[in-house]
């Protein structure tokens, strides 16, 4: 069929009487289902989708179209002398990489101070619940836009909200060392409870004297 099928176009027409017509017949009547079952099927078009490589060479002699004849094409000099196919793929394949990279770091940075705002609108407790609401729809609705106009309206209050958090915490924490801490038995009540095991015969005098000096350390 090389002589016959030429990019853009057929050569020569087939006969009518061909054995072919009857196969491309059938490819027809089967090719919507075969579209369909592709369409609807990810792991095809995992196998088919951005891969491969071809030279700009191969492009040029079948005609080939959309983005990999634009990509080789216009990747070879105007001289027709062609273009390296490996390094073409592999420098495609970084930018690509690179990219997604980008996307995914944007991505979750944007997550992470969606979250630092809405975390901050039920932290301040000035705010009418009305507006909370409103702000929180807005960042439904327009997401990039409301948190850019948050973080420029409201930027000073946030570290001020987040920082006065931070001490309360701190101060929780403190009194609450201070209060397990003060709820110990002090020296001297070691010392007795010590003492009335030695006067009950429990312990013996050496054992009493390493009590007393532990609790007194």
């Not at 090389?2 to 072919?20: F, H, K, N, R």
């Not at 850019?148 to 060392?177: F, K, N, P, W």
Request: net charge negative.
């Amino acid at each position: 069929m090389m002589d016959c099928v030429v990019p853009g176009g057929v050569a020569t027409d087939l006969a009518e009487d061909a054995p072919i017509r009857a196969l491309v017949d059938e490819i027809r009547a089967r090719f919507p289902a075969l579209v369909d079952l592709y369409d609807k099927t990810a792991s095809l078009q995992d196998r088919t989708v951005g891969t491969g490589c071809v030279s700009a060479e191969l492009v040029r002699q079948f005609g080939a179209g959309g983005f990999v004849g634009w990509q080789y094409v216009a990747s070879a000099p105007p001289d027709g002398a062609g273009t390296d196919e490996t390094e073409v793929c592999s420098v495609d394949n970084f930018w690509n990489l690179f990219w997604w990279f980008l996307w995914v770091w944007v991505f979750v940075a944007y997550l992470m101070v969606l979250f630092y705002i809405i975390a901050d609108l039920f932290r301040d407790h000035t705010l009418n619940g009305w507006w909370k609401a409103v702000w929180i729809i807005f960042m439904l609705f327009f997401p990039f836009i409301t948190a850019l106009v948050y973080l420029i309206a409201r930027g000073r209050g946030m570290a001020e909200r987040s920082g006065r958090e931070a001490a309360q915490i701190r101060t929780a924490q403190d009194d609450y060392i201070r209060s397990v801490a003060g709820a110990s038995a002090s020296p001297t009540d070691e010392i007795a409870k010590a003492k009335a095991l030695l006067d009950a015969g429990t312990i013996d005098q050496t054992e009493f004297q390493a009590l007393k000096a532990k609790a007194m350390s």
